[in-house]
């Protein structure tokens, strides 16, 4: 199974496995890396570039590890992690980068880890997405509701949108929610946020991925219900 997929600046295709940990497709032939390279485990859920090119690669139950191009770096609990489950990477505006685990979400500054939990505002368990906005917000998705992070201060944004496992941001600067149950999708702008179902022209309330075209409009897969698309006067037709 395929858990994540980016793209470097050099073009590169890089692919976390489910079991097999990562595989890079430069366009001619695939290259896999795994813990005898120094990978921190097998199974890679998540996957970012920083601005400093360093690539970084979130495990299931093994830390994280840094790629430099060269040799593979590796941060668990040990480091200062709140969990070694790494289910979401992002870089903020900073630079700092923050990571998703089944025990809140940390920020890394280069030098150490920063947690933030219940206490601090965030739902309880896990933070299985995040996604840093044009604004420089962070937005976090967990199984218990939405939170906005922005200048270190915390908001929810309500007990209904739950179970985010993808945000979308349109041209338009609408961010887009993806759950991983059968809610539909949901749109935010600012802090006002709808749900989007079958009511609405979906043809199916279980959506699989989002995406955006260069005229700004949006799409959905859906399972068994096939595509659907969203245009730019807020219409959902297959």
Request: aromatic fraction near 12%.
């Amino acid at each position: 199974w395929v858990m994540a997929m980016a793209e470097d600046r050099t073009g590169n295709i890089w692919f976390g496995l489910e079991k097999e940990g990562v595989s890079r497709f430069d366009g001619r032939k695939f290259e896999n890396f795994t813990v005898r390279d120094g990978l921190a485990g097998y199974g890679v859920m998540s996957i970012l570039e920083d601005r400093e090119g360093n690539l970084w690669f979130g495990s299931h139950g093994n830390g994280v590890s840094r790629y430099n191009g060269h040799r593979f770096e590796t941060f668990d609990t040990d480091d200062g992690l709140p969990s070694n489950d790494i289910w979401a990477i992002a870089e903020d505006k900073r630079g700092d980068l923050w990571f998703g685990t089944e025990q809140g979400v940390t920020r890394f500054d280069g030098t150490r880890f920063v947690s933030l939990g219940p206490e601090d505002g965030l739902a309880q368990g896990g933070v299985h997405e995040i996604h840093s906005d044009r604004d420089g917000k962070l937005w976090f998705g967990s199984s218990s509701f939405l939170t906005v992070y922005n200048d270190g201060e915390i908001e929810k944004l309500g007990d209904d949108i739950v179970d985010i496992r993808e945000f979308l941001e349109a041209p338009d600067g609408a961010l887009w929610l993806r759950p991983g149950s059968r809610n539909g999708v949901a749109r935010c702008q600012g802090k006002t946020c709808r749900w989007f179902g079958v009511e609405d022209g979906l043809p199916s309330s279980m959506v699989n991925g989002l995406i955006s075209d260069h005229h700004g409009n949006i799409w959905f897969s859906t399972w068994g219900g096939g595509l659907s698309e969203f245009d730019e006067i807020g219409r959902a037709h297959v």
